[in-house]
């Protein structure tokens, strides 16, 4: 259902008063959330002076936008800003529970709205990503015809998660983790203003756990302050040390999304560390990944992909490893294939590099489909029977392997067609390659172009 809320609901309301009101009002996250762009923490290139959000509400044109980025870093409070700065009335959807009836309904206010009381309107529609295909078409008209300014939320890359009509409607803005500065200028803030924090005397003991465990998300940071000040003893100031954290948050959760963006982006900076040949890089993402609960067989995979993409015939064991890593990490499972990963990770991130067989398809490929309908030349065909071999299939073939050094010069292409996909680099095992192919092929071959495969 749309929710729909006055700007007195939203800013208008009075700070907690005194010990009295203790379990009445809202979680601090809540209580302490900034209703201007200079109480935000962070997300700078939207919000400081001179940047895109800013400027359009200095302007007093919003578009619509969608905010990607991960929990905790300001896109609700954003979008209630963006609403209180232009004097829109606001209205809510969580794509978690509504439906396409909720959207409809919600638009048909913002249109009573804006045709009886002159007032625009601001839908924000948290986890827009979650909405289907019929839901986010639902939104099309209303955005074409100035119905509502549409701000989505986010945490999953929208380019594969909200369609192409919506998206070309639509500025996409990426928020940011905060960093421990501004993690730690959110909880001085609430400390500062929040009545309880204040009347309480709250004093940080340890930073390190709580920025740790928050990991960018300053809704974690509050909360974790909040239940820490209530189970701290009421007498005197309360100290938050290390000892009330660990017992408040029991342990550090994984900030770590097997299905989402964050899953993603992982990944890629594992493969782009053992790309880079840095070992301890690639360890540390593997190690992140396990800590999170990940498949240590879509890790095993990706090596597997990695060793013949990134490696090559610079080291053609590395294949071999990696698929003896993918089968052990089958026969054994966690928690002892970590072991083997580990094994894995270190020779592939260490060994000699070339990407050159992995050009050399793509380059095929492309060549191929603009030759697709080039004849086998007739030496080359088969002949399995008697009458084919009177046709003249196969005929003039010679067998390399009679010939000094197996090899005997011989046209494996079509007739009229030439080309050079495979440039081995002068890494490993491929300089050796590289010279016996410009051995035999002096015409073709004259070394690498590239050697460094890049």
Not at 94 to 112: C, F, I, M, P, T
Not at 250 to 264: C, E, F, T, V
Not at 390 to 395: E, L
Not at 413 to 438: H, M, N, Q, W
Request: net charge negative; glycine share 8%; aromatic share 8%.
């Amino acid at each position: 259902m749309a929710e729909d809320v006055g700007q007195t609901t939203l800013f208008g309301l009075p700070e907690p008063q005194g010990s009295a009101m203790k379990g009445s009002f809202s979680p601090l996250a809540e209580r302490v959330r900034p209703q201007t762009l200079d109480q935000i923490a962070g997300q700078r290139h939207l919000v400081a002076e001179g940047a895109p959000l800013r400027r359009f509400l200095e302007e007093g044109r919003l578009p619509s936008l969608i905010f990607w980025g991960p929990p905790g870093s300001g896109k609700t409070t954003l979008a209630e800003i963006c609403a209180h700065w232009l004097d829109f009335r606001f209205a809510k959807l969580s794509a978690v529970d509504a439906g396409v009836k909720d959207v409809r309904q919600a638009l048909e206010q913002a249109d009573k709205a804006r045709r009886i009381e002159g007032q625009r309107s601001l839908l924000f529609i948290d986890e827009i990503h979650r909405f289907n295909k019929a839901q986010q078409d639902s939104l099309l008209h209303a955005i074409e015809q100035g119905i509502v300014v549409l701000i989505g939320a986010t945490t999953e890359n929208p380019s594969f998660e909200v369609n192409a009509a919506l998206m070309s409607r639509m500025q996409v803005y990426r928020l940011k983790p905060l960093d421990r500065d501004e993690l730690k200028q959110v909880v001085m803030r609430a400390l500062k203003t929040d009545q309880l924090l204040s009347d309480a005397g709250i004093v940080i003991d340890d930073w390190d756990v709580l920025l740790e465990f928050s990991a960018g998300d300053a809704r974690k940071a509050l909360n974790a302050v909040d239940a820490a000040a209530a189970m701290a003893p009421n007498v005197g100031s309360v100290h938050i040390n290390r000892e009330l954290l660990m017992q408040v948050l029991q342990q550090k959760l994984p900030s770590y999304d097997k299905k989402g963006a964050y899953h993603y982006d992982i990944i890629s900076a594992f493969i782009k560390s053992l790309r880079g040949s840095d070992p301890d890089a690639a360890l540390f993402w593997l190690a992140k990944m396990l800590e999170g609960g990940e498949d240590p067989k879509f890790i095993a995979r990706r090596m597997v992909i990695f060793s013949s993409e990134d490696v090559g015939n610079a080291d053609p064991y590395a294949l071999t490893l990696a698929v003896s890593v993918f089968h052990a990490v089958e026969m054994i499972g966690l928690p002892e294939a970590r072991i083997n990963l580990a094994q894995g990770v270190t020779y592939l991130a260490s060994c000699s590099k070339s990407n050159a067989s992995y050009r050399a398809l793509n380059d095929a490929q492309q060549f191929a489909a603009r030759h697709q309908d080039e004849p086998v030349p007739m030496h080359l065909c088969n002949a399995p029977t008697t009458f084919m071999k009177q046709a003249g299939y196969a005929q003039g073939y010679r067998y390399p392997h009679d010939h000094p050094g197996h090899f005997v010069e011989e046209r494996y292409f079509p007739e009229g067609v030439d080309a050079t996909f495979y440039r081995p680099t002068l890494e490993g095992r491929e300089k050796f390659i590289s010279e016996r192919l410009s051995a035999l092929w002096r015409d073709r071959y004259t070394g690498p172009s590239d050697a460094s495969g890049g």
